[in-house]
Protein backbone atom coordinates (compact mmCIF):
# COMPACT_ATOMS: atom_id res chain seq x y z
CA UNK A 1 0.00 0.00 0.00
CA UNK A 2 1.45 3.48 -1.00
CA UNK A 3 2.06 6.44 1.80
CA UNK A 4 -0.60 8.25 -0.30
CA UNK A 5 -3.46 5.26 0.11
CA UNK A 6 -2.06 4.94 3.62
CA UNK A 7 -2.44 8.47 4.48
CA UNK A 8 -5.96 8.87 2.57
CA UNK A 9 -7.16 5.32 4.67
CA UNK A 10 -6.48 7.30 7.99
CA UNK A 11 -8.00 10.38 7.41
CA UNK A 12 -11.44 8.39 5.89
CA UNK A 13 -11.05 5.80 9.08
CA UNK A 14 -11.16 8.93 11.67
CA UNK A 15 -14.57 10.51 10.69
CA UNK A 16 -16.66 6.75 10.62
CA UNK A 17 -17.32 6.45 14.63
CA UNK A 18 -20.82 6.03 13.84
CA UNK A 19 -20.78 2.77 13.20
CA UNK A 20 -18.50 1.53 15.56
CA UNK A 21 -20.80 1.61 18.31
CA UNK A 22 -23.85 -0.02 16.42
CA UNK A 23 -23.66 -3.58 15.85
CA UNK A 24 -21.21 -5.52 18.10
CA UNK A 25 -19.30 -5.99 15.44
CA UNK A 26 -20.39 -5.23 11.89
CA UNK A 27 -21.03 -1.77 11.59
CA UNK A 28 -17.94 -1.09 13.60
CA UNK A 29 -16.12 -2.65 10.94
CA UNK A 30 -17.71 0.19 8.73
CA UNK A 31 -16.65 2.98 11.43
CA UNK A 32 -13.43 1.67 10.87
CA UNK A 33 -12.73 2.89 7.44
CA UNK A 34 -12.27 -0.94 6.17
CA UNK A 35 -15.42 0.18 3.79
CA UNK A 36 -12.39 1.94 1.74
CA UNK A 37 -9.79 -0.62 1.82
CA UNK A 38 -10.84 -2.73 -1.27
CA UNK A 39 -14.77 -3.55 -2.26
CA UNK A 40 -14.82 -6.71 -2.98
CA UNK A 41 -14.03 -7.98 0.81
CA UNK A 42 -16.77 -5.51 1.69
CA UNK A 43 -19.11 -6.86 -0.14
CA UNK A 44 -18.31 -10.33 0.53
CA UNK A 45 -19.82 -9.53 4.18
CA UNK A 46 -23.31 -9.09 2.84
CA UNK A 47 -23.98 -12.36 1.78
CA UNK A 48 -27.76 -12.79 2.85
CA UNK A 49 -30.87 -12.12 0.51
CA UNK A 50 -33.07 -12.64 3.14
CA UNK A 51 -34.47 -9.74 2.73
CA UNK A 52 -35.18 -6.59 0.20
CA UNK A 53 -32.70 -3.80 1.43
CA UNK A 54 -33.76 0.02 1.40
CA UNK A 55 -31.17 2.94 0.60
CA UNK A 56 -28.14 3.29 2.29
CA UNK A 57 -27.52 6.68 1.88
CA UNK A 58 -30.32 8.74 3.75
CA UNK A 59 -32.71 8.18 6.55
CA UNK A 60 -32.88 4.19 7.39
CA UNK A 61 -33.63 1.93 9.86
CA UNK A 62 -31.42 -0.84 10.79
CA UNK A 63 -31.99 -3.84 12.90
CA UNK A 64 -29.01 -5.48 14.83
CA UNK A 65 -29.14 -9.21 16.17
CA UNK A 66 -26.97 -10.78 18.70
CA UNK A 67 -27.40 -14.55 18.83
CA UNK A 68 -26.97 -16.90 22.06
CA UNK A 69 -25.51 -19.31 19.47
CA UNK A 70 -22.79 -22.10 20.76
CA UNK A 71 -21.97 -22.51 17.07
CA UNK A 72 -20.42 -21.47 14.01
CA UNK A 73 -22.36 -20.00 11.30
CA UNK A 74 -22.71 -23.14 9.67
CA UNK A 75 -23.93 -25.14 12.87
CA UNK A 76 -20.36 -26.96 13.92
CA UNK A 77 -20.65 -26.83 18.01
CA UNK A 78 -17.58 -24.64 18.79
CA UNK A 79 -14.80 -26.57 20.44
CA UNK A 80 -14.45 -26.75 24.10
CA UNK A 81 -11.52 -24.71 24.34
CA UNK A 82 -13.58 -21.78 22.85
CA UNK A 83 -16.82 -22.48 25.13
CA UNK A 84 -14.75 -22.53 28.04
CA UNK A 85 -13.41 -19.00 26.91
CA UNK A 86 -16.89 -18.13 26.06
CA UNK A 87 -18.62 -19.67 29.62
CA UNK A 88 -21.03 -21.33 27.49
CA UNK A 89 -21.04 -24.98 28.55
CA UNK A 90 -20.01 -27.87 27.14
CA UNK A 91 -20.29 -29.56 24.18
CA UNK A 92 -22.88 -32.08 25.31
CA UNK A 93 -25.52 -28.78 26.40
CA UNK A 94 -25.06 -27.26 23.57
CA UNK A 95 -25.79 -30.65 21.90
CA UNK A 96 -28.79 -30.62 23.54
CA UNK A 97 -29.81 -27.18 23.19
CA UNK A 98 -27.86 -24.91 25.43
CA UNK A 99 -28.41 -21.58 24.12
CA UNK A 100 -30.08 -22.10 20.51
CA UNK A 101 -30.28 -19.72 17.83
CA UNK A 102 -32.09 -17.42 20.06
CA UNK A 103 -31.44 -13.15 19.31
CA UNK A 104 -30.52 -12.48 22.49
CA UNK A 105 -29.84 -8.83 21.24
CA UNK A 106 -32.28 -6.87 19.56
CA UNK A 107 -31.70 -3.25 18.79
CA UNK A 108 -33.07 -0.88 15.95
CA UNK A 109 -31.68 1.94 15.26
CA UNK A 110 -32.71 5.21 13.14
CA UNK A 111 -29.79 6.93 11.08
CA UNK A 112 -31.78 10.25 10.40
CA UNK A 113 -30.96 12.04 6.85
CA UNK A 114 -27.13 13.28 6.61
CA UNK A 115 -25.97 10.19 9.36
CA UNK A 116 -25.54 12.83 11.75
CA UNK A 117 -28.05 11.87 14.28
CA UNK A 118 -29.30 8.22 15.10
CA UNK A 119 -31.60 7.09 18.16
CA UNK A 120 -31.69 2.98 18.70
CA UNK A 121 -34.27 1.16 21.25
CA UNK A 122 -33.33 -2.14 22.77
CA UNK A 123 -36.51 -4.42 22.54
CA UNK A 124 -36.05 -7.07 25.73
CA UNK A 125 -35.58 -10.70 24.76
CA UNK A 126 -38.38 -11.47 26.66
CA UNK A 127 -41.30 -9.59 25.17
CA UNK A 128 -44.16 -12.15 23.93
CA UNK A 129 -45.09 -11.03 20.73
CA UNK A 130 -47.16 -12.67 17.71
CA UNK A 131 -44.46 -13.34 14.96
CA UNK A 132 -44.60 -12.54 11.52
CA UNK A 133 -43.04 -14.30 8.45
CA UNK A 134 -42.14 -17.53 11.18
CA UNK A 135 -41.75 -20.72 9.17
CA UNK A 136 -43.55 -23.32 10.56
CA UNK A 137 -46.36 -24.18 13.02
CA UNK A 138 -45.85 -21.66 15.80
CA UNK A 139 -46.96 -17.98 15.61
CA UNK A 140 -46.52 -16.72 18.94
CA UNK A 141 -43.79 -16.54 21.77
CA UNK A 142 -41.00 -14.56 23.29
CA UNK A 143 -39.90 -12.14 20.21
CA UNK A 144 -36.04 -13.69 20.70
CA UNK A 145 -37.60 -17.09 19.82
CA UNK A 146 -38.93 -16.00 15.81
CA UNK A 147 -35.12 -16.65 14.51
CA UNK A 148 -34.58 -19.97 15.93
CA UNK A 149 -38.12 -21.38 15.45
CA UNK A 150 -38.18 -20.72 11.32
CA UNK A 151 -34.04 -21.77 11.28
CA UNK A 152 -34.94 -25.53 13.06
CA UNK A 153 -38.04 -25.75 10.81
CA UNK A 154 -36.61 -24.87 7.47
CA UNK A 155 -33.65 -26.73 8.00
CA UNK A 156 -35.80 -29.82 9.13
CA UNK A 157 -37.81 -29.72 5.88
CA UNK A 158 -35.11 -29.08 3.45
CA UNK A 159 -32.85 -31.70 5.23
CA UNK A 160 -35.77 -34.18 4.61
CA UNK A 161 -36.63 -32.93 1.15
CA UNK A 162 -32.74 -32.60 -0.45
CA UNK A 163 -31.37 -35.86 1.89
CA UNK A 164 -27.93 -35.12 -0.08
CA UNK A 165 -27.76 -31.17 0.72
CA UNK A 166 -24.91 -30.19 2.49
CA UNK A 167 -24.85 -29.04 6.11
CA UNK A 168 -23.23 -25.67 5.01
CA UNK A 169 -26.29 -25.25 2.41
CA UNK A 170 -28.66 -25.99 5.49
CA UNK A 171 -26.98 -23.95 7.69
CA UNK A 172 -27.61 -20.56 5.23
CA UNK A 173 -30.86 -21.04 4.20
CA UNK A 174 -31.83 -21.88 7.60
CA UNK A 175 -29.87 -18.44 8.70
CA UNK A 176 -31.53 -16.43 6.17
CA UNK A 177 -35.27 -17.71 7.14
CA UNK A 178 -34.60 -16.77 10.63
CA UNK A 179 -33.80 -13.76 9.84
CA UNK A 180 -36.19 -12.84 7.19
CA UNK A 181 -38.45 -13.58 10.34
CA UNK A 182 -36.67 -12.14 13.40
CA UNK A 183 -36.86 -8.77 10.94
CA UNK A 184 -40.26 -9.45 10.49
CA UNK A 185 -41.61 -9.59 13.65
CA UNK A 186 -39.68 -6.64 14.78
CA UNK A 187 -41.38 -4.61 11.69
CA UNK A 188 -44.69 -6.04 13.18
CA UNK A 189 -44.21 -5.18 16.55
CA UNK A 190 -42.76 -1.25 15.74
CA UNK A 191 -44.79 -0.45 13.12
CA UNK A 192 -41.86 0.69 10.86
CA UNK A 193 -40.21 -0.67 8.23
CA UNK A 194 -36.16 -1.90 8.62
CA UNK A 195 -33.98 -1.22 5.46
CA UNK A 196 -30.89 -3.50 6.83
CA UNK A 197 -29.63 -5.51 9.79
CA UNK A 198 -26.58 -6.73 11.12
CA UNK A 199 -26.04 -10.54 12.74
CA UNK A 200 -23.11 -11.34 14.86
CA UNK A 201 -23.16 -14.74 17.02
CA UNK A 202 -21.84 -15.11 20.33
CA UNK A 203 -17.66 -16.02 19.35
CA UNK A 204 -17.90 -13.52 16.53
CA UNK A 205 -18.57 -11.08 19.14
CA UNK A 206 -15.98 -12.59 21.48
CA UNK A 207 -13.65 -12.01 18.43
CA UNK A 208 -14.52 -8.68 18.36
CA UNK A 209 -13.41 -7.94 21.40
CA UNK A 210 -10.41 -9.51 21.08
CA UNK A 211 -9.09 -7.24 18.24
CA UNK A 212 -10.12 -4.05 20.40
CA UNK A 213 -8.11 -5.46 22.92
CA UNK A 214 -10.87 -5.44 25.50
CA UNK A 215 -13.27 -2.85 26.55
CA UNK A 216 -14.19 -0.17 29.49
CA UNK A 217 -16.96 -0.20 31.18
CA UNK A 218 -18.69 1.43 34.54
CA UNK A 219 -20.66 -0.38 36.71
CA UNK A 220 -23.02 1.00 39.89
CA UNK A 221 -22.68 -1.86 41.71
CA UNK A 222 -20.62 -5.13 42.08
CA UNK A 223 -21.78 -7.94 40.55
CA UNK A 224 -20.86 -11.74 40.75
CA UNK A 225 -23.39 -13.77 38.05
CA UNK A 226 -21.49 -17.77 37.68
CA UNK A 227 -24.28 -18.03 35.06
CA UNK A 228 -22.57 -15.39 32.87
CA UNK A 229 -19.34 -15.44 34.10
CA UNK A 230 -19.58 -11.73 35.06
CA UNK A 231 -17.59 -11.13 38.58
CA UNK A 232 -17.07 -7.44 38.67
CA UNK A 233 -16.28 -4.45 40.89
CA UNK A 234 -18.29 -1.19 41.05
CA UNK A 235 -16.64 1.60 39.21
CA UNK A 236 -14.81 2.47 35.66
CA UNK A 237 -12.79 -0.65 34.86
CA UNK A 238 -11.08 -2.56 31.68
CA UNK A 239 -12.73 -5.62 30.65
CA UNK A 240 -10.69 -8.64 28.36
CA UNK A 241 -12.82 -10.25 25.61
CA UNK A 242 -14.21 -13.15 27.60
CA UNK A 243 -15.54 -10.24 30.36
CA UNK A 244 -16.86 -8.19 27.84
CA UNK A 245 -19.12 -10.70 26.91
CA UNK A 246 -19.88 -11.85 30.21
CA UNK A 247 -20.71 -7.94 30.49
CA UNK A 248 -23.31 -7.99 28.13
CA UNK A 249 -24.63 -11.64 28.65
CA UNK A 250 -25.41 -11.05 32.69
CA UNK A 251 -29.33 -10.98 33.26
CA UNK A 252 -29.54 -13.02 36.62
CA UNK A 253 -28.39 -11.07 40.21
CA UNK A 254 -29.66 -7.61 37.55
CA UNK A 255 -32.66 -5.52 39.25
CA UNK A 256 -34.49 -5.75 36.31
CA UNK A 257 -32.93 -8.97 34.38
CA UNK A 258 -32.67 -8.92 31.05
CA UNK A 259 -34.12 -5.41 31.00
CA UNK A 260 -30.92 -3.90 32.78
CA UNK A 261 -29.21 -6.24 30.23
CA UNK A 262 -30.24 -4.24 27.41
CA UNK A 263 -28.81 -1.24 29.13
CA UNK A 264 -25.12 -3.22 29.43
CA UNK A 265 -25.30 -3.78 25.45
CA UNK A 266 -26.05 0.02 25.22
CA UNK A 267 -23.19 0.74 27.06
CA UNK A 268 -20.56 -1.39 25.48
CA UNK A 269 -21.39 0.07 22.10
CA UNK A 270 -20.95 3.76 23.80
CA UNK A 271 -17.81 2.24 25.00
CA UNK A 272 -16.43 0.86 21.95
CA UNK A 273 -17.21 3.56 19.85
CA UNK A 274 -15.18 6.38 22.72
CA UNK A 275 -12.40 3.48 22.42
CA UNK A 276 -12.06 3.90 18.53
CA UNK A 277 -12.09 7.48 18.93
CA UNK A 278 -9.93 8.09 21.84
CA UNK A 279 -7.02 4.96 21.58
CA UNK A 280 -6.04 5.49 18.31
CA UNK A 281 -7.51 2.05 16.90
CA UNK A 282 -8.88 3.83 13.72
CA UNK A 283 -5.26 4.92 12.76
CA UNK A 284 -3.59 1.21 13.34
CA UNK A 285 -4.26 -0.03 9.60
CA UNK A 286 -2.81 -3.67 11.47
CA UNK A 287 -6.03 -3.62 13.64
CA UNK A 288 -8.33 -2.54 11.15
CA UNK A 289 -7.48 -5.28 8.66
CA UNK A 290 -7.78 -7.47 11.84
CA UNK A 291 -11.71 -6.20 12.27
CA UNK A 292 -12.28 -6.98 8.44
CA UNK A 293 -11.46 -10.02 8.97
CA UNK A 294 -13.69 -10.68 12.00
CA UNK A 295 -16.67 -9.88 9.77
CA UNK A 296 -16.16 -11.62 6.68
CA UNK A 297 -15.91 -14.91 9.09
CA UNK A 298 -18.68 -14.09 12.02
CA UNK A 299 -20.47 -10.67 10.42
CA UNK A 300 -23.85 -11.52 8.47
CA UNK A 301 -25.63 -8.44 7.25
CA UNK A 302 -28.44 -8.35 4.06
CA UNK A 303 -26.33 -8.14 0.63
CA UNK A 304 -28.35 -4.88 -0.71
CA UNK A 305 -26.43 -3.37 2.42
CA UNK A 306 -23.92 -0.55 0.58
CA UNK A 307 -21.34 -0.26 3.25
CA UNK A 308 -19.42 1.57 0.99
CA UNK A 309 -22.18 4.31 0.92
CA UNK A 310 -23.77 3.86 4.41
CA UNK A 311 -19.69 4.66 5.39
CA UNK A 312 -19.54 8.12 3.41
CA UNK A 313 -22.51 9.16 5.65
CA UNK A 314 -21.25 7.87 8.93
CA UNK A 315 -18.30 10.28 9.84
CA UNK A 316 -19.59 13.13 11.48
CA UNK A 317 -22.06 11.33 13.80
CA UNK A 318 -20.64 11.51 17.20
CA UNK A 319 -21.47 9.69 20.37
CA UNK A 320 -23.24 13.00 21.60
CA UNK A 321 -25.93 12.28 18.87
CA UNK A 322 -26.50 8.83 19.41
CA UNK A 323 -29.28 8.23 22.38
CA UNK A 324 -30.59 4.46 23.20
CA UNK A 325 -33.94 3.65 24.76
CA UNK A 326 -35.52 0.24 25.80
CA UNK A 327 -38.80 -0.28 24.75
CA UNK A 328 -41.11 -0.19 27.58
CA UNK A 329 -43.14 -3.38 29.11
CA UNK A 330 -46.40 -3.44 30.67
CA UNK A 331 -45.71 -5.94 33.32
CA UNK A 332 -44.74 -9.39 33.87
CA UNK A 333 -46.28 -12.97 33.39
CA UNK A 334 -46.18 -16.39 33.12
CA UNK A 335 -47.44 -17.13 29.41
CA UNK A 336 -47.05 -21.14 28.13
CA UNK A 337 -44.90 -21.91 31.40
CA UNK A 338 -42.07 -19.34 30.27
CA UNK A 339 -41.05 -15.75 31.98
CA UNK A 340 -42.38 -13.39 29.32
CA UNK A 341 -43.16 -9.42 29.31
CA UNK A 342 -46.50 -8.49 28.79
CA UNK A 343 -45.88 -5.61 25.84
CA UNK A 344 -48.77 -2.98 24.33
CA UNK A 345 -47.70 -3.10 20.78
CA UNK A 346 -49.45 -0.29 19.70
CA UNK A 347 -47.87 2.19 22.84
CA UNK A 348 -45.05 0.58 21.17
CA UNK A 349 -45.61 1.27 17.66
CA UNK A 350 -46.39 5.40 18.82
CA UNK A 351 -43.21 5.66 20.59
CA UNK A 352 -41.20 4.43 17.67
CA UNK A 353 -42.38 6.27 15.42
CA UNK A 354 -42.50 9.72 17.53
CA UNK A 355 -38.55 9.01 17.94
CA UNK A 356 -38.05 7.98 14.21
CA UNK A 357 -40.39 10.55 11.91
CA UNK A 358 -41.45 12.86 14.22
CA UNK A 359 -40.52 16.63 13.86
CA UNK A 360 -39.52 18.47 17.02
CA UNK A 361 -41.92 19.32 19.22
CA UNK A 362 -42.62 22.88 19.85
CA UNK A 363 -42.20 24.74 23.23
CA UNK A 364 -45.53 23.92 25.76
CA UNK A 365 -47.16 26.82 26.32
CA UNK A 366 -47.99 28.09 29.53
CA UNK A 367 -51.41 26.95 29.36
CA UNK A 368 -50.61 23.92 27.74
CA UNK A 369 -52.65 20.49 29.75
CA UNK A 370 -50.02 18.78 32.48
CA UNK A 371 -48.79 15.10 30.70
CA UNK A 372 -50.49 11.97 32.02
CA UNK A 373 -49.59 10.17 35.60
CA UNK A 374 -47.15 7.46 35.08
CA UNK A 375 -49.18 4.54 37.26
CA UNK A 376 -47.82 2.49 39.84
CA UNK A 377 -50.24 -0.98 40.62
CA UNK A 378 -50.41 -3.52 43.33
CA UNK A 379 -52.69 -6.63 43.61
CA UNK A 380 -54.00 -6.74 47.04
CA UNK A 381 -57.20 -8.49 46.09
CA UNK A 382 -55.60 -12.00 45.53
CA UNK A 383 -57.17 -11.90 41.71
CA UNK A 384 -53.94 -13.58 39.65
CA UNK A 385 -52.56 -10.93 36.95
CA UNK A 386 -55.17 -7.96 38.18
CA UNK A 387 -52.33 -5.64 38.27
CA UNK A 388 -50.80 -6.14 35.06
CA UNK A 389 -54.40 -6.06 32.58
CA UNK A 390 -54.99 -2.41 34.51
CA UNK A 391 -52.04 -1.57 34.06
CA UNK A 392 -52.26 -2.49 30.05
CA UNK A 393 -56.02 -0.40 30.20
CA UNK A 394 -54.52 2.61 31.39
CA UNK A 395 -51.82 2.82 29.15
CA UNK A 396 -53.94 2.25 26.37
CA UNK A 397 -56.29 5.39 27.78
CA UNK A 398 -52.92 7.41 27.60
CA UNK A 399 -51.20 6.91 31.04
CA UNK A 400 -47.59 6.38 31.24
CA UNK A 401 -46.45 2.24 33.03
CA UNK A 402 -45.10 2.09 36.30
CA UNK A 403 -44.29 -0.92 38.60
CA UNK A 404 -46.62 -3.77 38.70
CA UNK A 405 -46.15 -6.00 41.27
CA UNK A 406 -48.70 -7.12 44.31
CA UNK A 407 -49.20 -5.58 48.22
CA UNK A 408 -50.91 -6.58 51.61
CA UNK A 409 -54.63 -8.19 51.44
CA UNK A 410 -56.99 -5.95 51.27
CA UNK A 411 -60.62 -5.40 50.75
CA UNK A 412 -61.06 -2.42 49.39
CA UNK A 413 -59.65 -0.15 46.20
CA UNK A 414 -57.27 2.97 47.28
CA UNK A 415 -56.09 5.82 45.38
CA UNK A 416 -53.32 7.67 46.23
CA UNK A 417 -51.68 9.96 44.52
CA UNK A 418 -47.75 12.09 44.57
CA UNK A 419 -47.48 15.74 43.88
CA UNK A 420 -48.56 17.24 40.30
CA UNK A 421 -50.60 13.97 39.80
CA UNK A 422 -54.11 15.11 41.15
CA UNK A 423 -56.10 15.72 37.22
CA UNK A 424 -54.94 12.03 36.94
CA UNK A 425 -55.56 10.42 40.36
CA UNK A 426 -59.26 12.19 40.05
CA UNK A 427 -60.11 10.49 36.55
CA UNK A 428 -58.83 6.75 37.94
CA UNK A 429 -60.41 6.86 41.08
CA UNK A 430 -63.53 7.73 39.27
CA UNK A 431 -63.07 4.26 37.30
CA UNK A 432 -63.10 2.52 40.24
CA UNK A 433 -65.41 4.26 42.70
CA UNK A 434 -63.48 5.77 45.25
CA UNK A 435 -61.91 8.89 45.93
CA UNK A 436 -58.27 10.51 45.34
CA UNK A 437 -55.95 10.55 48.41
CA UNK A 438 -53.29 12.92 48.35
CA UNK A 439 -49.84 10.93 49.94
CA UNK A 440 -46.35 12.14 50.68
CA UNK A 441 -45.14 8.22 50.11
CA UNK A 442 -46.01 8.46 46.51
CA UNK A 443 -43.61 9.68 44.26
CA UNK A 444 -44.50 13.21 41.94
CA UNK A 445 -45.71 12.67 39.52
CA UNK A 446 -47.53 9.04 39.76
CA UNK A 447 -50.46 7.57 41.06
CA UNK A 448 -50.36 4.75 42.66
CA UNK A 449 -53.28 2.37 43.10
CA UNK A 450 -53.59 -0.69 45.35
CA UNK A 451 -56.63 -3.51 44.45
CA UNK A 452 -58.83 -5.17 46.76
CA UNK A 453 -61.07 -8.20 46.37
CA UNK A 454 -63.78 -6.37 44.63
CA UNK A 455 -61.06 -4.84 42.29
CA UNK A 456 -61.96 -5.69 38.29
CA UNK A 457 -60.25 -3.98 34.93
CA UNK A 458 -62.16 -0.49 34.09
CA UNK A 459 -63.47 0.06 31.16
CA UNK A 460 -62.57 3.23 29.43
CA UNK A 461 -63.31 4.88 26.27
CA UNK A 462 -60.88 5.86 24.36
CA UNK A 463 -60.17 9.17 24.25
CA UNK A 464 -60.10 11.55 20.93
CA UNK A 465 -57.01 11.37 18.93
CA UNK A 466 -55.53 14.83 18.81
CA UNK A 467 -54.44 15.84 15.43
CA UNK A 468 -50.46 15.71 16.03
CA UNK A 469 -50.13 13.22 19.07
CA UNK A 470 -46.99 13.98 21.06
CA UNK A 471 -45.58 10.73 22.76
CA UNK A 472 -42.88 10.67 25.19
CA UNK A 473 -40.94 7.94 25.44
CA UNK A 474 -40.77 6.78 28.77
CA UNK A 475 -37.54 7.32 31.47
CA UNK A 476 -39.37 5.72 34.32
CA UNK A 477 -40.28 2.31 35.12
CA UNK A 478 -38.37 -1.59 34.85
CA UNK A 479 -36.99 -0.31 31.13
CA UNK A 480 -34.99 2.81 32.56
CA UNK A 481 -34.54 5.57 30.98
CA UNK A 482 -31.96 7.15 28.26
CA UNK A 483 -28.09 5.41 27.97
CA UNK A 484 -26.27 7.35 26.01
CA UNK A 485 -22.18 8.54 26.22
CA UNK A 486 -23.16 12.49 26.38
CA UNK A 487 -20.92 12.49 29.77
CA UNK A 488 -18.51 10.24 28.75
CA UNK A 489 -18.82 6.06 29.54
CA UNK A 490 -22.19 5.99 31.05
CA UNK A 491 -22.41 3.82 34.52
CA UNK A 492 -24.95 1.14 34.29
CA UNK A 493 -26.13 -1.31 36.85
Known amino acids: MTARREGALRRLAKGTGFAA ?18 VRNVESIGSSHAIVSGPSIGAQNILLMGLESRTYWNGTIL ?4 LDKLHAGSEQA ?3 GTGGNDTNTLILIHVFAGGQKAVGFSIPRDDWVQFADTAGPQQVGKIDQAYGVSMFFTEQQLAQKYPNMSQDRLAFL ?12 VEQLTGVHIDHFAAINMYGFYELANVLGGVE ?10 NSGADFPAGYQHLNPSQALAFVRQRDGLPNGDLDRTHRQQAFLDSVMEQLRSDGVLDDLTKVSALLNVAKQYVVTDAGWNLLDFASQMRSLTSKNLVFYTLPIVGYETIDNQDANVVNPS ?25 KAIVDVFNGGGTEGLAHHVSAALVKAGYRAGQIGNTSYRTSTAVLFGRGA ?3 AQAIAKLFGV ?5 ASVSAGHVQILLGTSATVPVISHPKPSPSPTVSIPTSGPQGGAVNAENGIPCVD
Not at 21 to 38: D, E, K, R
Not at 347 to 371: C, E, L, M, N, R
Not at 435 to 439: F, I, L, R, T, W
Open 21 to 38: SCGLAALVLVASGFAYMT
Open 79 to 82: PPKI
Open 94 to 96: VAD
Open 174 to 185: GNEAGQAAAVAT
Open 217 to 226: VCLKHPVDDP
Open 347 to 371: YIKSIVKAAFYSSPAPKTAHHAKAP
Open 422 to 424: SAS
Open 435 to 439: GPVAS
